[in-house]
C-alpha cells in the first residue's frame, strides 16, 4: 500500500533535547511538507521541499531543521532553540505540477517536552 | 489578514440530514485551488474534495459538495446524508498561484468541529 509513514506516534522529551521526527512516503511523489498543530488551530507550515537535497523555510521555520537526502525520506529535527515545541506534527507529500495537487498526510507524531 | 476563514467553531446535525461549513478566502491570484480536509480524533488529515478557481462547476465526490461563489470568495463545503463517522474537524485550505518559486503551500483555516448525532 502506498503512504506516508511518519514515527512514532507519541514522543516524549525533556527541555534542552533535540528530537528527530521521521517521515517516509512510497508515493514516489517529489514535494514534502512538514505542518504543525497546536490545539484548537488550523496547522502551520514548517518546511517545505520540492525536490532531493532542496527545501525552503515555510511560516515557522524558526528552531527547527530538516534534510531531504533521498526523495522518499523528509526527517524533522525540533531543536532546543523552538520555545514551545509540544505540538502534533503531521508530514505530507504531493505531486509537483503546473496545477493545483492535494496533499497526503501521514498519521502524524504527538510531541510532548516537559 | 486571514487568508481562509471558517467562522463556525462548532456544529451539530442529526443523523441523515445535509450540514454545511462555512470557509471565505481571500487572495489576489487569479489561479488557486481550496482544499477540504477532514480530521477524525485519531489526528490524520484525510482529503475530501477540491475546487480549481476556473472551474465552472462547483466539485462533487460522493457525499461531499462543494458550493463555490467566486465573486463572494467562499467554497462552502456540503455533506449531504450525514452520518456517525462524519463527526470530525473539518478544515479548508487554499493553494495560491499554482507552482512558483514559493511552492505549494497549503494555508488552513482554523477548522469547525462537526458533531454527528442521532
Known amino acids: 500500500d502506498g503512504g506516508i509513514t511518519q514515527s512514532p506516534k507519541y514522543l516524549f522529551r525533556k527541555e534542552g533535547q533535540n528530537v528527530t521526527l521521521s517521515c517516509e512516503q512510497n508515493?514516489?511523489?517529489?514535494?514534502m511538507y512538514w505542518y504543525r498543530q497546536d490545539p484548537g488551530q488550523g496547522l502551520r507550515l514548517i518546511y517545505y521541499s520540492q525536490i532531493v537535497n532542496d527545501f525552503q523555510k515555510g511560516d515557522i521555520a524558526e528552531g527547527y531543521s530538516v534534510s531531504r537526502e533521498k526523495k522518499e525520506s523528509f526527517p524533522l529535527t525540533v531543536t532546543s532553540a523552538q520555545k514551545n515545541p509540544t505540538a502534533f506534527y503531521l508530514c505530507?507529500?504531493?505531486?509537483?505540477?503546473?496545477?493545483?495537487?492535494?496533499?497526503?498526510f501521514g498519521p502524524g507524531t504527538r510531541l510532548t517536552v516537559t | 489578514a486571514q487568508k481562509i476563514t471558517q467562522t463556525q467553531p462548532g456544529m451539530f446535525v442529526q443523523e441523515k440530514e445535509a450540514v454545511t461549513l462555512d470557509c471565505t478566502y481571500d487572495t489576489s491570484d487569479q489561479s488557486y485551488g481550496l482544499f477540504w480536509y477532514k480530521q477524525p480524533s485519531s489526528g490524520e488529515m484525510i482529503f475530501l474534495i477540491y475546487q480549481g478557481s476556473y472551474d465552472e462547476q462547483n466539485a462533487t465526490e460522493g457525499r461531499y459538495s462543494l458550493n463555490f461563489q467566486k465573486a463572494r470568495k467562499s467554497a462552502n463545503l456540503v455533506i449531504s446524508a450525514s452520518q456517525l463517522g462524519d463527526s470530525a474537524m473539518y478544515f479548508c485550505?487554499?493553494?495560491?498561484?499554482?507552482?512558483?518559486?514559493?511552492?505549494?503551500?497549503?494555508?488552513f483555516g482554523t477548522g469547525t468541529q462537526l458533531k454527528v448525532e442521532l
Open positions: 485550505a487554499m493553494l495560491e498561484g499554482g507552482l512558483t518559486g514559493g511552492g505549494n503551500k497549503l494555508t
Open positions: 505530507a507529500s504531493s505531486i509537483v505540477g503546473g496545477d493545483f495537487y492535494e496533499q497526503y
Open positions: 508515493l514516489n511523489h517529489d514535494a
